[in-house]
């Protein structure tokens, strides 16, 4: 799976690595949104089932993975600018359709809340509306040792919850990667974990009743952070909403065994590849009154 790589200028003059993976004789175009902490290379086995379907769009924040070298001294990016910079990368490959990991769905919920015309449809995996107990004791965690550049304690944290039920091979990746971030990058996460923190009193979620696409949302059963139960409350929130609970498994779905993948990939071919509904054709709200509106920013290829 050969990809053609790029540099594409975005939102804040900020610099985005993107890699394009071709699907021969597709036109359908799905761009992949990491969490927090994590890098484009944190879908591998989410590549495996769409690059044959679909043309693939993988890219790094300007803070991390293979974008970080390119923005030597990148400002504090909140989620807000996130989902502009989302919306001009969906421009720019002409994606229609959109799928989205863990802390990824805020960034994307706040972008479809925009109604980008191209978008049909969007999966959003291991994310929910609320942050209960777990989420919250864990965001507590996360903030004191992000804060005290811990960088031990942040990859045992992370392994010994959202990352429990992960395979031992993914948990010393998974520390290894964290623990020898750059300083800046704990600074971006410490920033995220406390926007994510004030969720609710910010309300970024007001937002999802504008979207006007399908979502599927997918949960693990075993997902005390981003459960399954919690991410139903999207339901009265979105207007096209579709829930699947995938079995035995935690936060980070099919990484964690083979029968947990195939059960992702099922639900996520059976959704994409169904005849999208029609948008609605008259707005229950202007675009220009909902919350969390952002602003639309062209690009350009860079190099």
Same mark, same amino acid.
């Given at each position: ?87 001009? =990368?969906?421009?720019?490959? #002409?994606? *229609?359709?959109?799928? /989205? ?8 919920? %706040? +972008? ?103 979502? =599927?949302?997918?949960?693990? #059963?075993? *997902?005390?952070?981003? /459960? ?8 009265? %929130? +979105? ?65």
């Amino acid at each position: 799976m050969n990809a053609n790589k790029a540099v594409v200028r975005v939102h804040r003059d900020l610099k985005v690595h993107t890699s394009y993976y071709a699907c021969p004789g597709v036109t359908s175009t799905i761009i992949l949104v990491n969490g927090s902490l994590a890098t484009s290379a944190s879908f591998g086995q989410t590549l495996r089932y769409l690059q044959p379907l679909f043309n693939v769009v993988l890219f790094d924040m300007p803070y991390a993975g293979q974008s970080r070298p390119y923005n030597p001294c990148p400002p504090l990016i909140g989620k807000e600018d996130e989902a502009i910079i989302l919306l001009e =990368l969906i421009e720019h490959f #002409e994606a *229609d359709r959109v799928m /989205s990991f863990s802390w990824g769905g805020v960034a994307t919920l %706040l +972008a479809l809340a925009q109604r980008p015309e191209r978008i049909k449809q969007a999966v959003i995996e291991s994310f929910s509306p609320v942050l209960n107990a777990p989420m919250r004791d864990y965001l507590a965690s996360a903030e004191d040792c992000l804060a005290a550049l811990d960088r031990e304690e942040v990859g045992d944290l992370i392994n010994r919850t959202i990352g429990e039920y992960l395979p031992p091979f993914f948990k010393r990746c998974n520390f290894r990667h964290v623990s020898t971030l750059e300083d800046h990058e704990y600074e971006q996460m410490l920033y995220h974990v406390r926007q994510m923190k004030s969720l609710v009193a910010d309300n970024y979620m007001r937002c999802v009743s504008n979207i006007d696409v399908p979502l =599927l949302f997918i949960n693990g #059963e075993w *997902d005390q952070y981003t /459960s399954p139960e919690d991410a139903r409350k999207f339901g009265g %929130l +979105a207007p096209q909403a579709e829930f699947v609970t995938v079995r035995h498994c935690g936060h980070f779905l099919e990484m964690e065994h083979r029968t947990a993948w195939w059960e992702v990939r099922r639900a996520v071919e059976g959704f994409l590849l169904a005849r999208p509904k029609p948008k609605p054709v008259e707005a229950t709200q202007p675009v220009a009154e909902q919350p969390n509106v952002l602003p639309f920013r062209k690009v350009a290829s860079v190099g």
